[in-house]
């Protein structure tokens, strides 16, 4: 099993910015791929970023630019800085790892993005 803690939900202001941060622990003996996903109310989750093990990222288009995918291998942690919110950026943000063909989702943290 492989466990998911995600951190660094709030609330914003428009054009303004977040880290989250997610921590694997667990029964870990190859992360292949990590990512974010989000959850808007009334809608369906969808793909915000991954990274793989190598570093390679994909992003949904409508973060392309404001958002930024990271990983440190030594320490199964994932990032995503998120500047430029907007308002549509609100949603339940989700820490997902793919480990020897299993998935693994964290808790979820709440954004926020309003005046």
């Known amino acids: 099993q492989v466990q998911l803690v995600e951190s660094g939900g709030g609330l914003v202001q428009p054009g303004g910015s977040l880290r989250l941060s997610c921590a694997a622990s667990g029964s870990i003996f190859s992360i292949n791929v990590m990512g974010w996903y989000r959850q808007a109310p009334g809608k369906q989750r969808e793909l915000v970023a991954t990274?793989?093990?190598?570093?390679?990222?994909n992003y949904a288009d409508s973060v392309k630019g404001r958002f930024t995918i990271s990983r440190d291998n030594a320490k199964n942690t994932a990032a995503l800085q998120m500047n430029s919110l907007k308002p549509e950026d609100t949603a339940v943000y989700y820490c997902y790892v793919m480990s020897l063909g299993s998935g693994y989702w964290g808790q979820g943290t709440q954004v926020t993005v309003s005046s």
């Open positions: 990274i793989s093990g190598s570093g390679s990222t």
